[in-house]
Nanobody, 120 residues
Framework: QVQLVESGGGLVQAGGSLRLSCAAS????????MGWFRQAPGKERELVGT???????DYADSVKGRFTISRDNALNTLYLQMNSLKPEDTAVYYC??????????????WGQGTQVTVSS
């Protein structure tokens, strides 16, 4: 059983930066594909980006060039560096741990989320 705890959210002005962290425990962190998701009020949860086991990262078009995902397997921690923040980035941000099963990526573990609010 993997436990995930996000931190680093807060209130920031448009154009500012925040760094989110996701601390993992209870499993072998390096084995998992890690993802960042977000959910804004009244909207569906969306994928922000993915950190694959081989250090490859993918991003949603809406954050590409502004957000960077990294992971420290020695510290069992996933990061999301968010720069040039926009009001539309306001959401609760979640990290998740998953595995590739067959040809599908399945996220089995989720954190509780951290609020990011970007003021205009």
């Amino acid at each position: 059983q993997v436990q995930l705890v996000e931190s680093g959210g807060g209130l920031v002005q448009a154009g500012g930066s925040l760094r989110l962290s996701c601390a993992a425990s209870g499993g072998t962190f390096s084995r998992y594909v890690m993802g960042w998701f977000r959910q804004a009020p009244g909207k569906e949860r969306e994928l922000v980006g993915t950190s694959w086991r081989a250090a490859q990262t993918d991003y949603a078009d809406s954050v590409k060039g502004r957000f960077t995902i990294s992971r420290d397997n020695a510290l069992n921690t996933l990061y999301l560096q968010m720069n040039s923040l926009k009001p539309e980035d306001t959401a609760v941000y979640y990290c998740a741990a998953g595995q590739v099963i067959g040809i599908s990526l399945q996220y089995d573990y989720w954190g509780q989320g951290t609020q990011v609010t970007v003021s205009s």
